[in-house]
């Protein structure tokens, strides 16, 4: 008999997949990754990083501003757990930054001042391809659950096929137009959410969960929502 959490992991891993429906939108995949790490594991926060076409990472998606804040310096200081993912082809531990600050200086103790304690990091991958990079931050110092580490690891590469499959179904659109169009949706899903949380006296993840919901209900684009939610069009109050 399947668990709460085995039904919400196969749900998710169809939400990256399902490329073929109307209302895809990368920025949606990338968002749906990182919640749904926050909401299935043993973890506070995560953020993903994406490949552009020159090998370069990018930082796309995270669920709070301590991790928005991790991947952008990882990629200024080129160090961290998601670089090391991404150029290994495999996860990353870190059960304690204090006993990394050699590996990661720089990183770790960024890390800590925003509250954070432990990282883990999968390559977001399908078999040999790697497009991206997915980080995973503890507030308390511990070993991700091996369990917790396997769900990420096939998350990852749910949204890996997602990413491919679309990338492949749209034959004009190229790796940099791809992450272009997923970077101006994050600005424009922020936007909405700040725009929500004021309005409505929300916290920014309630906020989020509103847009999302509104979206999925509706089966509409993420942005197309967030969209209609800047220029009054759509109250979600």
Not at 1 to 10: F, K, Q
Not at 152 to 163: D, E, Q
Not at 194 to 203: P, T
């Amino acid at each position: 008999m399947s668990s709460p959490r085995d039904e919400l992991v196969a749900e998710v891993v169809v939400a990256l997949t399902d490329t073929l429906s109307d209302g895809f939108d990368v920025a949606d995949l990338l968002y749906t990754l990182t919640t749904a790490c926050v909401e299935l594991l043993d973890v506070d926060a995560a953020g993903v990083l994406l490949v552009d076409e020159q090998g370069l990472l990018v930082p796309v998606a995270a669920t709070h501003g301590g991790s928005e804040n991790l991947e952008n310096l990882q990629i200024l200081v080129r160090e961290g757990p998601c670089l090391d993912a991404v150029h290994a082809r495999g996860p990353v531990h870190c059960a304690d930054l204090d006993d990394d600050v050699d590996r990661w200086p720089a990183f770790a103790r960024q890390a800590r001042a925003e509250g954070f304690r432990a990282a883990h990091a999968e390559p977001v991958a399908l078999r040999a391809e790697v497009v991206g990079g997915l980080n995973l931050f503890r507030r308390e110092p511990g070993p991700l659950p091996a369990a917790d580490q396997r769900i990420a690891h096939f998350l990852g590469t749910a949204a890996a096929i997602g990413i491919l499959h679309r990338r492949a179904q749209v034959k004009v659109e190229t790796v940099n137009q791809q992450l272009e169009q997923a970077l101006t949706s994050r600005v424009v899903i922020e936007q909405a959410k700040g725009f929500l949380a004021a309005r409505h006296a929300l916290d920014l993840g309630t906020a989020f969960i509103r847009l999302r919901g509104h979206a999925r209900s509706r089966q509409r684009p993420l942005t197309d929502v967030a969209r209609d939610v800047l220029d009054r069009s759509l109250d979600l109050g």
